[in-house]
């Protein structure tokens, strides 16, 4: 499976972005991770294939809405009230299986990734 994301950019605080991962083939389970420079990689949020089952780090609930169009294979990020902290390249990730909830903030989980996009949050 391949993944390409694209959307990223610059935004001033308290603007928004909405990312876009296009994946070349069904998957069930689609999230975003995002690595800010000198940190480790860390999970924004998932959903699975149903867009029943939706998760958020605490860090962006409220401000992040993930969801997908299983039609087009695609998974979207709208982030809203976007803070300098926010600033990282962000990555699409997708596996074909159900990813347990106990391990969906794990980036092990994920077995497909895409190429990273860049957000720059300027204060």
């Known amino acids: 499976v391949q993944l390409q994301a694209s959307g990223g950019g610059l935004v001033q605080a308290g603007g928004s972005l909405r990312l876009s991962c296009t994946a070349s083939r069904r998957t069930f389970t689609m999230g975003w991770f995002r690595q800010a420079p000198g940190k480790e990689r860390e999970f924004v949020a998932a959903?699975?294939?149903?867009?029943?089952?939706?998760y958020y780090a605490d860090s962006v609930k409220g401000r992040f809405t993930i969801s997908r169009d299983n039609a087009k294979n695609t998974v979207d990020l709208q982030m809203n009230s976007l803070k300098p902290e926010d600033t990282a390249v962000y990555y699409c990730?997708?596996?074909?299986?159900?990813?347990?909830?106990?391990?969906?903030?794990?980036?092990?989980?994920?077995?497909?990734w895409g190429q990273g996009t860049l957000v720059t949050v300027s204060s």
């Open positions: 990730a997708a596996d074909s299986n159900r990813v347990i909830v106990s391990a969906i903030h794990d980036s092990n989980s994920y077995r497909y």
């Open positions: 959903i699975r294939w149903s867009g029943g089952n939706i």
